[in-house]
Structures are given as structure tokens and as C-alpha cells.
């Protein structure tokens, strides 16, 4: 059970990184 927590914490911060990430790249781009 920790392993799967642990796990999907991980997983939710790849996510956030990846959107944050993705989103300032877009603004980059667009100047």
C-alpha cells in the first residue's frame, strides 16, 4: 500500500512538472 502512494505522489509531480514546464516552453516560443 505505501509503494502505491508513494507511487502515485510520484506520478502527480511528473505531471505538474511536465505541465509547468510545457506551459512556460509555450511562452517562450510565442515572443
Known amino acids: 500500500a ?3 502512494v508513494f507511487f ?4 502527480i ?3 505538474a512538472i511536465l505541465k509547468s ?3 512556460w516552453v509555450y511562452y ?4
Open 8 to 11: 502515485f505522489i510520484v506520478l
Open 13 to 15: 509531480c511528473t505531471l
Open 21 to 23: 514546464s510545457a506551459r
Open 28 to 31: 517562450e516560443r510565442k515572443r
Open 2 to 4: 505505501i509503494a502505491t
